[in-house]
């Protein structure tokens, strides 16, 4: 069993940067490939961004390519994901997720989440 809890969101002007925490217990932690998704009001869940056990691989959505970062630290048990240049549209409630096996995109191959953080990008 993994509990996540995240942390570090916020309000921010766009242009602005926020960087997001996701701490798991437990002491399985890099046994497993993480993702943060996040979901806008009346929208569904959408990938944002994911790493793989080792921190060697990591993949984006287009969306925030080029924007957003994401890392872990193993030796914490977190996951962060580092989000500059700010736009209105990046507005959600932000997830971290994790999972046994191979970093990938689809949220429902997930099997554990946090409660979420809430993102919310002024113009």
């Known amino acids: 069993q993994v509990q996540l809890v995240e942390s570090g969101g916020g309000l921010v002007q766009a242009g602005g940067s926020l960087r997001l925490s996701c701490t798991a217990s437990g002491r399985t932690f890099r046994s497993y490939a993480m993702g943060w998704f996040r979901q806008a009001p009346g929208k569904e869940r959408e990938f944002v961004a994911t790493?793989?056990?080792?921190?060697?691989?990591?993949m984006y959505a287009d969306s925030v390519k080029g924007r957003f970062t994401i890392s872990r630290d193993n030796a914490k048990n977190t996951v962060y994901l580092q989000m500059n240049s700010l736009k209105p549209e990046d507005t959600a409630v932000y997830y971290c997720a994790a999972r046994m096996g191979g970093s990938i995109s689809i949220d429902d191959e997930y099997d554990y989440w946090g409660q979420g953080t809430q993102v919310t990008v002024s113009p």
């Open positions: 790493i793989s056990w080792s921190g060697g691989t990591s």
